[in-house]
């Protein structure tokens, strides 16, 4: 999303790049002059002419084989997709404070449930009364953030942490002691998590996250900046409804899913 202005246009004040959120286009003859714009509203032209594209691409479609294929053994291409790739594909996410100040630390001082939150919580429950996520630790070498962590045995060979049979009790779970739990659905290698738990210090703070992907879940896990003080990253398909969540109900203050709704058929 960031760019240069052209040359004669001042990039901003001092001489510094205009900072992400604030770049309004108030002269449409210098819409060239940059290569995102903020808060742009679209007229019925734009709407139109990207409303025709979308069309134009859905006149062919791949074979009714291959759509179940994808659908069914969507986790394994994700899996192969970044074993190619590891962490190096998709960039981390730093303009979320931006378009989310409910992420940044100065926000958790005193808006959500505090303490109230965790007398809120269930006393205690079986984690198969209700919908949820199952867990799975697994491992493998990463450099995203700064570094590698010790190579952990491969999928095949580790176990599946089942949270079916465990209790879930109020203070039992990980992140039972965080007053502002934060979860990511979707997370991939953790180019939201990551931002997050570094930019935010607050010692109240826990995310958890999650993918379908066992193999980008390995990818947070032995990131160096994972800290399963602060985080807690599972294996889990959000279309499972069978699954259990690792925290009990009504415990989390924000959901966050990036490039995610649009990835499910709409049927699910």
């Excluded at 807690?232 to 490039?259: M, Q």
Aim: charged share 25%; glycine share 6%; net charge negative.
């Amino acid at each position: 999303m960031d760019g240069s202005w052209s040359e004669g246009v001042p990039a901003a004040v001092g001489g510094k790049r205009q900072q992400f959120g604030s770049r309004f286009l108030s002269d449409p003859a210098r819409v060239f002059h940059h290569n995102a714009w903020d808060n742009v509203k679209w007229s019925e032209e734009q709407a139109a002419a990207a409303e025709r594209r979308v069309q134009e691409n859905s006149t062919q479609r791949v074979c009714q084989q291959k759509q179940v294929d994808y659908e069914i053994n969507a986790h394994k291409y994700w899996n192969d997709f970044y074993k190619i790739h590891e962490n190096r594909f998709f960039k981390d996410r730093h303009w979320l404070f931006t378009e989310f100040p409910e992420l940044a630390p100065s926000q958790n001082q005193k808006d959500l449930l505090s303490e109230n939150k965790r007398s809120e919580v269930p006393e205690c429950r079986r984690s198969e009364d209700g919908p949820g996520l199952t867990t799975e630790q697994h491992g493998c070498s990463s450099d995203s953030l700064g570094g590698h962590k010790t190579q952990l045995p491969p999928v095949e060979e580790n176990v599946t942490q089942t949270l079916s049979h465990l209790e879930i009790c109020a203070d039992e779970f990980p992140g039972a002691s965080a007053t502002y739990r934060i979860l990511e659905v979707g997370c991939g290698v953790g180019n939201t998590v990551f931002p997050i738990l570094q930019t935010n210090n607050d010692p109240r703070l826990f995310v958890y996250c999650c993918d379908f992907s066992s193999t980008a879940v390995e990818l947070v896990q032995t990131n160096s900046a994972y800290d399963p003080s602060r985080c807690f990253a599972f294996v889990h398909d959000l279309c499972d409804e069978e699954k259990s969540y690792p925290v009990p109900g009504n415990s989390l203050d924000v959901i966050i899913l990036i490039f995610v709704l649009s990835a499910i058929v709409p049927d699910k």
